[in-house]
């Protein structure tokens, strides 16, 4: 069971990231790439960054999010780059954790076609 404060800042995190979804502005859809590396990286696994991506939006894949869920993503992640590697503007491991041990502890689980399921935006 996770503790109050640990569930009032996923809640927060989640109530953020609804926000963003209805509330989509335009953005530059080539950076789907860099979101996805960042956050696995940010996740500290793929299945981790699935977990995260299946408690936010619903989906494990990102082949399966809506033109909002990708804002929404873009937002969480705030990719930034200085010429050089992308990382996010965010204390991005910190709200991984966050939402993953919220998964976790509510017994979600990614379902095995999603695992196999290839994401076509997958960066190594």
């Known amino acids: 069971m996770l503790c109050y404060n640990t569930y009032m800042l996923y809640q927060t995190i989640k109530d953020r990231f609804d926000f963003y979804t209805a509330n989509v502005e335009h ?7 860099p979101v996805i590396g960042i956050l696995s990286r940010a996740c500290g696994s793929h299945e981790n960054r699935h977990l995260l991506q299946l408690q936010l939006t619903g989906h494990a894949s990102s082949s ?25 503007e965010h204390p991005l491991p910190e709200l ?28 190594e």
Request: include cysteine; hydrophobic fraction near 40%; proline fraction near 5%.
């Open 96 to 123: 991984c954790k966050i939402v993953v041990a919220h998964a976790i502890a509510n017994g979600l689980s990614i379902p095995k076609k999603e695992i196999l399921k290839e994401d076509p935006l997958e960066e």
């Open 27 to 33: 953005w530059n859809h080539n950076l789907r790439g």
């Open 64 to 88: 399966d999010f809506t033109a909002e869920q990708w804002y929404a993503l873009y937002r969480f992640v705030a990719p930034s780059s200085d010429g050089g590697e992308w990382h996010s």
